[in-house]
C-alpha cells in the first residue's frame, strides 16, 4: 500500500492485544463494541501515572472544547514518552479538531509507526484525506482499516460513499 509504506510496526502487540484482535475479527456488533472498548484501555496505559495524567488532561481539554490546550498537555506527554502511541493519537486528534491537518498527519504517522493496528489513527487519516478531497487515498486507509477493525465505526459507509463517488472517474 501506497499510503501505509513507510508505517512499520517497531512494537510488538502484547498476547492481551492479540487476543483482543483475533476476537475482534470473528464478533458480531455488538461484542465488537466491548472489545474494542478493551483495546483502547490497553492502548490508554502508559505504564506511567504521570503519563496517564497528561493523556487525561489532554483528553480532558478536548471534551471540553480546548484542543489548543489539549496540544499543550499532549506534547508534553509525547516529549517524555515518545514511545507511548496513544499519546501521540491523542495530540492528532487535538491538532484534528484545531484544523491542523499537517500536524495531524505527522503525529498519525508516528502512531502507525509505534502501533500499525491503530484503527483509530487510521480512521482518523482516512477522514482527513476526505476533507482534503483526497479520495483515493481515503478510500485506501478506510479499507486498510476495515482489516484491522470490520466494525470500526462509520468506516464501512465512508468506504461506500466514496466509491460511489469514485464510480467513472479515474483514479
Known sequence: MLVLS???PVAA??????DLFARLQKADEGEAK????????EWSKSGSPAMDLLLQRGKDAMANGQPDLAVQ?????????????????ARATAYYQLGEFGPAIADIGKVLTLNPKHFGALSGLGSIF?????SAQALEVYKATLKI?????????AV????????????
Open 130 to 134: 476526505e476533507e482534503l478531497g483526497k
Open 6 to 8: 513507510s508505517c512499520l
Open 73 to 89: 498537555h499532549l506534547t508534553a506527554l509525547v516529549d517524555h514518552a515518545p514511545d507511548f502511541a496513544e499519546g501521540w493519537n
Open 149 to 157: 477493525d470490520p466494525h470500526a465505526p462509520g468506516v464501512e459507509e
Open 160 to 171: 461506500s460513499r466514496i466509491e460511489t463517488e469514485l464510480q467513472g472517474k479515474d483514479l
Open 13 to 18: 502487540q502484547t498476547d492481551k492485544l492479540d
Open 34 to 41: 466491548q472489545i474494542e472498548s478493551d483495546i483502547w484501555m
